[in-house]
């Protein structure tokens, strides 16, 4: 049974930083990608960014355009987790944060992504 864990949110003042955390077990391969997304009260899902590697090598990463330049995905493979860096938080960065895994390669769309977690929340005061 596969089951995405994801933590690290809290809240953080506008400039801060903030680690998130994701964990997918029980994927019947390495073959998968994860994927963050987000959800603010009132809005739809959006992908925030999503990482691939291949032999414990990250081989891909991309990020919505509104955390480009302060948002970094990484994966430590020995661990088995996935991390998102978060600095430069913004108040609009306020949102719950789900992380997902799907196999094959990264898809803007939740749609497409099997497995989530239960997601951790992030709030950013001004």
């Known amino acids: 049974q596969v089951q995405v864990v994801e933590s690290g949110g809290r809240l953080v003042q506008a400039g801060g930083s903030l680690r998130l955390s994701c964990t997918a077990s029980g994927m019947t391969s390495d073959n998968y990608v994860i994927g963050w997304f987000r959800r603010a009260p009132g809005t739809e899902r959006e992908k925030v960014s999503c990482?691939?590697?291949?032999?414990?090598?990250?081989?891909?990463?991309d990020y919505a355009d509104s955390v480009k330049g302060r948002f970094t995905v990484s994966r430590d493979a020995a661990k088995n987790m996935v991390y998102l860096q978060m600095n430069s938080l913004k108040p609009e960065d306020t949102a719950k944060y789900y992380c997902?895994?799907?196999?094959?390669?990264?898809?803007?769309?939740?749609?497409?992504?099997?497995?989530w977690g239960q997601g951790t929340q992030v709030t950013v005061s001004s």
């Open positions: 990482i691939t590697w291949n032999n414990g090598r990250t081989t891909y990463t």
């Open positions: 997902a895994a799907r196999y094959g390669v990264c898809s803007d769309s939740p749609r497409n992504y099997r497995y």
